[in-house]
């Protein structure tokens, strides 16, 4: 079975400063998804970058990116010039890419973000 | 903004008690996943249903059932109702496919007493 690790409950930031937060996974596929969601205190998980394990270039969105390390099954979001607005819980999610997996998103713990102005 | 809507925001349930819970979207996306997020946890997959049909399932016991409407909206029933199960309940949409996301919505905070 698949599984996402989040090692770190908790993290800080400075406003404007780069923070990077941590995921591992384990799983014998090749074939796989990888994203990153946002939860804010609204409760709306919302996506924020999605990786596929076949690309190697590292996915970007403006001012996050990912270091994706399929050897090492570590998948970790740089949040760059931060803003209190970032300030969230962050998961880590894993999806098979087997089609008869469906769609079952497996998520990490969590990590819970703080922008400090 | 997803366009996924739930019903209700939260409520009050005693234990023993039955409940239903409804997602719904603008968007007529095909497929509808269920999560279940306990207090400080990641949400946990309950299942997924796809043009009506249930296309997956998490490690859930029987109680938690659910249904998937023509319009492609959805529910969540939950029987017999045990102190375990508060949590907030959230519903996904998407197409049907690997590479579509899952667009969230924004719960409902259920709370068994």
């Known amino acids: 079975a698949q599984t996402v690790t989040q090692s770190q409950p908790e993290m800080s930031v400075q406003e404007a400063e780069t923070v990077t937060l941590s995921c591992t996974y384990d799983?014998?596929?090749?074939?796989?998804?990888l994203f990153w969601y946002k939860q804010p205190p609204s409760r709306q998980m919302i996506l924020v970058i999605r990786?596929?394990?076949?690309?190697?270039q590292n996915a970007t969105e403006n001012r996050f990116s990912v270091n994706f390390q399929k050897a090492a099954k570590s998948f970790s979001l740089k949040i760059s010039d931060s803003q209190l607005g970032d300030a969230a819980m962050y998961f880590c999610?894993?999806?098979?890419?087997?089609?008869?997996?469906?769609?079952?998103?497996?998520f990490g713990q969590g990590t819970e973000l703080s922008v400090k102005p | 903004e997803t366009g996924v809507t739930q019903s209700p925001t939260h409520l009050i349930k005693t234990r023993g008690q039955q409940v239903t819970l409804r997602c719904s979207s603008q968007?007529?996306?095909?497929?509808v996943s269920w999560y279940q997020q306990a207090l400080g946890q990641g949400p946990q997959f309950i299942f997924q249903?796809?043009?009506?049909?249930?296309?997956g399932r998490g490690n859930f016991p029987p109680r938690f059932s659910g249904l998937q409407f023509p319009n492609y909206s959805s529910e969540l029933n939950v029987n017999a109702l045990e102190l375990d199960d508060s949590a907030l309940y959230l519903c996904?949409?998407?197409?049907?496919?690997?590479?579509?996301?899952?667009?969230f919505g924004p719960g409902t905070r259920l709370t068994v007493t």
């Open positions: 999610a894993y999806r098979s890419g087997i089609y008869n997996q469906g769609g079952k998103l497996i």
């Open positions: 799983t014998s596929e090749s074939d796989y998804y």
């Open positions: 968007s007529g996306h095909n497929t």
């Open positions: 990786q596929e394990a076949y690309k190697q």
């Open positions: 249903y796809y043009r009506e049909e249930e296309n």
């Open positions: 996904a949409i998407s197409g049907q496919g690997i590479s579509y996301e899952q667009y």
